[in-house]
């Protein structure tokens, strides 16, 4: 990965081939918030990205691949229930913090844009979660495994996504570009120093997935506490990935027979001046943290016949209690997975009716 980061005292810094290298492994990893790139209005001017357009730009950049998401292509449906303790009920009026069990379909997924890629193709991990309450209302919402974006605006993620593209003579990102990009954006540091230790895990069950942007729960009386959350995992024993091209579903796979998977669902209160449109910056200091109860996953299946494949994870799908911030990617998102969801959907019979192989761009 290329990156602006002074190098520390005990590790050599690495070459410029060597970070493009880096960057070229897990190019892919930019695209965790892909529906970041759209404009929730479809009227813009001819100079700004609708949401069609940036759904053609990742099928231009990664190949158009019939019935598959366009971001985190690559998944399992899961299925459990959020055992909430009843410890967030005073934080937010939402049915889905009050004592008591939710009915959840899930996804785990790999994000690239390819649902082809090998497992090991980029560190990063997602997990996307549809509760649905007594009242019918839902909260779907989609984390993953870094701990910030790299950048925090709609813009700069068109801009990102332009310097990481791939050259169509080498398949590889213009080596100048990147550096330039990177440099123009500093806010990016944070993601950067993430990158540059994080390794392909071999299992999705280690993994803790965090929400990065901020959301408002709202209690009964109408005060408004901004969060993020985290889904931090029971299991332990986080391992290299094997040499092998698939494995994390297998793994999963072969863990669930053994017993139910659990996740504690942790809220990490905002304090005073915490910024809360700005997923590219983290909380820093000490935080009050409330562990709002466990998710407990006991089954999955293969994404093309799953629950979770009809299902799009709309972040801004949200329930009484629970409001989306003003980070200017959340209504970004929405938008883009709309637009993606559109175009997968109508392509499912195409894709039962091919043979399930690799699809060339």
């Not at 004592?99 to 959840?104: A, E, I, K, L």
């Not at 965090?210 to 889904?231: E, M, T």
């Not at 959340?330 to 637009?339: E, G, H, N, Q």
């Amino acid at each position: 990965m290329i990156d602006r980061e002074p190098p520390y005292p005990h590790k050599p810094p690495l070459s410029a081939p060597a970070k493009l290298a880096r960057l070229a492994g897990i190019g892919l990893i930019v695209l965790v918030a892909a529906g970041a790139f759209a404009y929730v209005n479809g009227s813009l001017d001819p100079q700004r990205l609708t949401p069609a357009r940036v759904v053609d730009v990742f099928e231009h950049n990664n190949g158009v691949h019939p019935g598959y998401r366009r971001n985190h292509p690559k998944g399992i449906c899961v299925a459990g229930d959020f055992e909430s303790n009843g410890a967030a009920a005073s934080l937010s009026r939402a049915e889905v913090f009050a004592s008591g069990r939710t009915p959840v379909i899930g996804r785990l997924a790999l994000p690239t844009g390819n649902p082809f890629s090998p497992d090991s193709a980029a560190p990063l991990r997602s997990f996307a979660l549809q509760f649905t309450q007594p009242n019918g209302q839902q909260w779907r919402t989609g984390m993953n495994s870094m701990p910030v974006f790299p950048v925090g605006t709609p813009q700069a993620f068109v801009d990102l996504q332009i310097a990481t593209a791939p050259d169509p003579k080498t398949g590889k990102p213009d080596p100048a570009k990147p550096p330039a990009f990177f440099a123009a954006h500093p806010e990016a540091q944070p993601f950067l120093a993430w990158v540059k230790t994080a390794k392909p895990s071999a299992s999705f069950v280690t993994e803790t997935y965090n929400s990065v942007n901020a959301f408002i729960l709202v209690d009964s009386s109408g005060k408004r506490q901004p969060v993020r959350w985290s889904l931090v995992p029971h299991a332990t024993g986080a391992s290299p990935a094997p040499d092998a091209k698939d494995y994390l579903d297998k793994d999963l796979t072969e863990k669930l027979a053994a017993g139910p998977q659990r996740w504690d669902l942790i809220l990490t209160l905002a304090n005073a001046g915490d910024p809360i449109n700005d997923a590219s910056k983290a909380w820093s200091g000490e935080h009050k943290t409330v562990n709002a109860g466990t998710l407990v996953i006991n089954g999955d299946t293969a994404q093309l016949d799953g629950d979770c494949r009809d299902i799009n994870f709309d972040p801004l799908i949200l329930p009484s209690g629970i409001e989306g911030s003003d980070d200017p990617l959340l209504a970004a998102r929405s938008a883009a997975y709309a637009a993606s969801y559109m175009r997968r959907t109508a392509e499912v019979d195409q894709l039962k009716s091919e043979p399930a192989q690799e699809k060339q761009p």
